[in-house]
């Protein structure tokens, strides 16, 4: 399984799509689940919701699909292109990656660039250079020639990098978050033996206000949900003092809260469900308190009159760069984590 895994992670992982600009991760989602499922619904926001009919007991889960990247704001008369950023960037980041440009003939590569530091003067050379510094350089010299090849305003860009292996199950790729969330999502639902009716969703626009959640949330209602997501792993240098017992290959992270409480508070009895099944079966795992970041399960806990939820993330390391690194160990028990809670919930909260 473990290479299966793998696989259909390279796959998610090395596809493209900005927050609202799902598409290709959504057709994934869609081949991978629909031997598993009765019916895919796709709503008016761009969701796939795939549902495996069950009991009058609902639960769902709920991936992210879209990722970090940028949008194309104005193009110059030399052919240069400025580009605002989507999702939460730390701009010294951008610099120097090989981007796709996602245009209307097909994709277009480009890189990022900035004036040279042989040419920065004394303390210019020390700071870092921000976004609205920089530009995409395709290889053209005009404007019209950038037209031509099908860029415009509003033309979404991604990280061109390719998911590769390191040593043991760890994985590097670009859009960790959240296809790791999305492939442990995918893996749950093939694996679980619940008999009430699951609603696997993979939801859009997360990274710029989690959106898609609470659209899809609204029209399920169910009973219980399960939002996977990546979150901090508090293992390498630098991290020391966030104090976090968080860290990669201990286990996928059950959340207890996140932004300090301002995101998720999981009820205690979300918390005894997740924690009696992780040790009911033998399946390691981890308790995160963060300070930083949410998930969808922010705005699928709100909906309506209440919705228990919880969340299980993959511990990961780098998190919105373009080299995101993940233990592939995590992501299979998160998945097993999230089949087995799915066929004991009801006992929980009926
Ligand atoms: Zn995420």
């Known amino acids: 399984m473990a290479n299966e895994l793998k696989s259909l992670l390279k796959k998610l992982s090395d596809a493209h799509g900005i927050s609202g600009y799902e598409d290709d991760i959504r057709e994934i989602i869609k081949a991978e689940l629909e031997d598993y499922v009765d019916e895919i619904r796709v709503d008016k926001l761009g969701n796939v919701i795939c549902i495996k009919n069950g009991s009058e007991f609902k639960e769902m889960i709920a991936a992210h699909m879209d990722e970090i990247g940028f949008i194309v704001k104005y193009i110059d008369d030399k052919g240069f292109i400025r580009f605002t950023p989507i999702g ?9 990656q090989r981007v796709v440009l996602h245009g209307n003939k097909g994709k277009v590569y480009g890189v990022i660039g900035c004036k040279p530091p042989h040419l920065m003067k004394g303390d210019e050379r020390k700071k870092a250079v921000e976004i609205k510094d920089m530009f995409i350089d395709i290889g053209a010299t005009s404007k019209d020639e950038v037209l031509d090849m099908g860029i415009e ?3 979404p860009i991604t990280i061109d990098r390719e998911l590769v292996g390191l040593e043991k199950s760890r994985v590097t790729g670009k859009a960790l978050d959240n296809r790791a969330g999305v492939a442990m999502m995918i893996q749950a639902l093939k694996e679980t033996k619940s ?3 699951i609603y696997a969703v993979g939801t859009v626009q997360e990274e710029v206000g989690l959106k898609g959640a609470r659209v899809s949330a609204f029209a399920i209602e169910p009973d219980v949900a399960i939002a996977t997501d990546v979150c901090i792993a508090a293992d390498y240098p630098g991290t020391e003092s966030a104090h976090m017992d968080v860290k990669m290959g201990k286990g996928p992270a059950i959340t207890v809260v996140d932004a300090s409480g301002r995101g998720l508070i999981a009820s205690k009895n ?3 469900w997740l924690r009696e ?7 390691p795992y981890q308790l995160e308190v963060a300070e930083g970041g949410t998930t969808d399960a922010t705005a699928i806990h709100l909906t309506k009159s209440g919705i228990p939820t919880g969340v299980i993330s993959v511990p990961a390391r780098y998190i919105h760069s373009p080299v995101e690194v993940i233990d592939l160990e995590d992501l299979k028990n998160g998945a097993l984590l999230i089949a087995r809670a799915l066929e004991r919930a009801e006992k929980y909260f009926k």
Not at 88 to 96: K, M, R, S
Not at 277 to 283: D, G, L, P, S, W
């Open 270 to 272: 979300v918390l005894r």
């Open 195 to 197: 008999d009430a009716t």
């Open 88 to 96: 939460g960037w730390f701009d010294q980041i951008a610099l120097g």
């Open 153 to 155: 305003i509003g033309t």
């Open 277 to 283: 099944t992780a040790e009911k079966y033998e399946i």
